[in-house]
């Protein structure tokens, strides 16, 4: 005797009037979904086509589905949706569904869904036409030479300018969705043959166990690739520019694109990848090595200058020049705070000031930032709150963190700024070197995913540590520097 197979209460049925019914039951309250009734050419069949009016491009609509329905096949014999697929459609993306979550998606993607009576399948077709930005220019990662691309929100868009940079077969590119009510599309990017097949399938697991309801930016998956690990430094790049992810990508890199999100995510990231600039590249190769020692310098200086100028003027005065101590004492006359008092208030109002100008319109946060930094200093100077050094000291430790091209390493600079000026303000000199050695420990110790961190800064060769310290010339470059070092 022959089971009852059970009913899958997903899957489309033969008669259109109870797919319709199962599709409107998805889109309860929608007013912005379209159903629009055909009859396919010269014989009665009907057809529905279900799809989101702002989502779509009306003109390829009809052009491409509508037309081709109205004028229909030949004869009088009813279609089916193979046929409808083979011959008649003539739209470029275009595959067939069964499952009535697989058509709410589509159609919340922005295709359109066509049914037609005594088939059990629905033909999802390709129609988007929401209104994007255009290819611009990046404002956060501003480059004097080469490509000034940089990516937009249309995920499709962000793959087609990698393709552009890299024309090779082995250049792979995997869809996904992530999201339980968002349905993110993303995609992962990596070389074949270059990539590490450890980290990218780390990567894979790390996405696949994630369970989020809603993935609005590439921002939001950085936790959970990240794996808990804990530190404030930046294991996991991130960039807008394509031939920057060109580049990570011939150096065995995976990287990560998210629709809506005009960042790329880059893993596994290095300490020395946010001490270079595309540009460095493009330019003499003498004259970028010596910037990218300058940024090396500020990095040390941003995190150190205002511990070490608490630690010489509150307890180790022996240590500043002779010619220097006069102008010292008679600014430090009238002043009623402790000197690490005034270093971390300037830098806590300096960080409100950057966050004001950041926050506000490009115009006004510019004037903000400026005439705000100008104005308050000059009266805590002049109201014996600081001392005008102390002005200094903060300004200089400002401009320096502008000067890394990588956002997240500036973020990590600024965080650790204040733990290591307190531990200096209470211990001086011996408080300052036990702050930079736990910095040191923590750096060294670190991995994203499998890779030191620092390892490009002690390869087991001279030849892996070309293109870190100095840019070298391309042909003596190391190709994939990091794949050297130790991994878990």
């Not at 805590?380 to 709150?385: E, F, H, I, S, T």
């Amino acid at each position: 005797m022959k089971k009852n197979t059970p009913y899958d209460h997903d899957q489309l049925v033969t008669h259109l009037q109870i797919n319709e019914l199962l599709i409107k039951n998805k889109f309860v309250h929608c007013d912005d979904v379209s159903y629009r009734w055909v009859q396919i050419g010269q014989s009665q069949q009907q057809g529905m086509l279900v799809f989101i009016s702002n989502l779509v491009k009306k003109d390829l609509l009809d052009a491409t589905i509508l037309r081709e329905l109205l004028s229909g096949m030949q004869g009088d014999e009813p279609c089916t949706i193979a046929q409808l697929q083979k011959r008649l459609i003539s739209a470029s993306d275009v595959r067939v569904a069964s499952k009535i979550t697989e058509v709410a998606t589509d159609i919340l993607s922005g295709r359109a869904v066509l049914f037609v009576d005594h088939d059990q399948h629905a033909l999802s077709i390709d129609v988007l036409g929401w209104e994007h930005r255009g290819v611009e220019k990046s404002e956060n990662e501003v480059s004097i030479r080469g490509s000034q691309q940089a990516f937009t929100e249309n995920l499709m868009n962000n793959v087609a300018l990698v393709r552009r940079f890299i024309r090779d077969t082995r250049l792979k590119v995997e869809n996904n969705i992530i999201g339980e009510v968002t349905k993110t599309p993303y995609v992962i990017l990596y070389m074949a043959g270059i990539v590490d097949e450890n980290i990218l399938q780390q990567v894979k697991i790390n996405l696949k166990s994630s369970k989020m309801d809603g993935v609005f930016d590439s921002g939001l998956l950085v936790e959970k690739l990240r794996n808990a690990v804990k530190t404030p430094f930046p294991i996991i790049n991130r960039t807008e520019r394509p031939d920057r992810v060109a580049s990570l990508l011939l150096e065995g890199r995976v990287i990560i694109l998210v629709d809506n999100s005009p960042v790329a995510l880059s893993m596994p990231a290095l300490l020395v990848e946010f001490l270079q600039a595309p540009e460095d590249y493009y330019e003499n190769f003498w004259l970028q090595s010596g910037i990218r020692l300058l940024r090396y310098l500020s990095l040390a200086m941003s995190l150190t200058v205002p511990s070490l100028y608490v630690a010489l003027v509150g307890y180790h005065h022996e240590l500043i020049p002779a010619s220097m101590m006069p102008s010292l004492m008679s600014q430090r006359e009238g002043i009623p705070l402790p000197t690490m008092v005034e270093v971390l208030i300037m830098e806590i109002v300096f960080e409100i000031l950057r966050e004001a100008g950041l926050r506000l319109p490009r115009p006004i946060g510019q004037a903000v930032s400026i005439v705000g930094a100008l104005v308050i200093g000059q009266a805590a100077v002049q109201a014996k709150l600081v001392m005008a050094t102390t002005v200094i000291v903060v300004a200089t430790t400002g401009i320096t963190s502008f000067t890394l091209s990588g956002v997240g390493i500036a973020s990590a600079t600024r965080f650790l700024r204040f733990p290591l000026l307190l531990i200096t303000g209470f211990l001086g000199l011996f408080g300052f070197t036990i702050g930079i050695f736990m910095i040191m420990i923590h750096l060294v110790s670190l991995r994203s995913f499998g890779v030191i961190y620092t390892g490009a800064l002690a390869p087991r060769t001279w030849r892996d540590l070309k293109d870190s310290l100095f840019r070298t010339p391309h042909q003596n470059r190391a190709h994939v520097p990091w794949r050297n070092q130790n991994m878990d």
